[in-house]
């Protein structure tokens, strides 16, 4: 599917893109997904430290 853009004459035509395609769909989960890894990530450094913490002791 393409739309003439411009002078009659030019007929430059641009690509458009159905946002309810499959590619459009797939590429939405993409971004959802690497916005949940954003949050989980500070979430996992903060676990691993405190298990170090809880783990870690003086030597005997």
């Given amino acids: 599917m393409y739309r003439v853009v411009?002078?009659?004459?030019?007929q430059l035509q641009l690509p458009t893109v159905d946002p309810?395609?499959?590619?459009?769909?797939?590429e939405k989960?993409?971004?959802n997904s690497a916005?949940?890894?954003v949050?989980?990530?500070?979430?996992?450094?903060?676990?691993c430290?405190?298990?170090l913490w809880?783990?870690?002791?003086?030597?005997?």
């Fill in 20 to 26: 309810e395609s499959h590619a459009a769909k797939m």
């Fill in 6 to 10: 411009g002078h009659p004459t030019e």
């Fill in 54 to 60: 809880v783990f870690s002791g003086p030597a005997r």
């Fill in 35 to 37: 916005e949940t890894a």
């Fill in 29 to 31: 989960n993409h971004f």
């Fill in 39 to 47: 949050h989980i990530i500070p979430l996992m450094l903060l676990l």
């Fill in 49 to 51: 430290a405190v298990i």
